[in-house]
C-alpha cells in the first residue's frame, strides 16, 4: 500500500469513528432519563461517547495530514 493510500484510509477511519461514536452517544441519551439518578450512568456513558467522538474522529484526521 502507497501511504497516499494509507492516508485515504485513515480520513475515513476519522470520519466513520467521529459518526458512530456521535451517533452511538446521541443514542444513549435519547434512551435515558437524563434526569433520572438510576440512569446516570448511563447518562455518563452517553456524554462519554459524544466526547469521544470528538477526541477521536479529528485526532485521526490530524494523523492522517501529517503522513501526506
Not at 31 to 52: P, S
Amino acid at each position: 500500500m502507497t501511504s497516499e493510500q494509507l492516508n485515504k484510509i485513515a480520513m475515513i477511519a476519522g470520519g466513520i469513528a467521529f459518526v458512530f461514536c456521535l451517533a452511538g452517544g446521541a443514542w444513549i441519551l435519547t434512551h435515558v432519563d437524563v434526569t433520572d439518578k438510576e440512569d446516570a450512568l448511563w447518562t455518563g456513558i452517553g456524554l462519554y461517547f459524544i466526547g469521544k467522538a470528538f477526541f477521536v474522529g479529528p485526532m485521526l484526521l490530524v494523523a492522517a495530514g501529517k503522513g501526506k
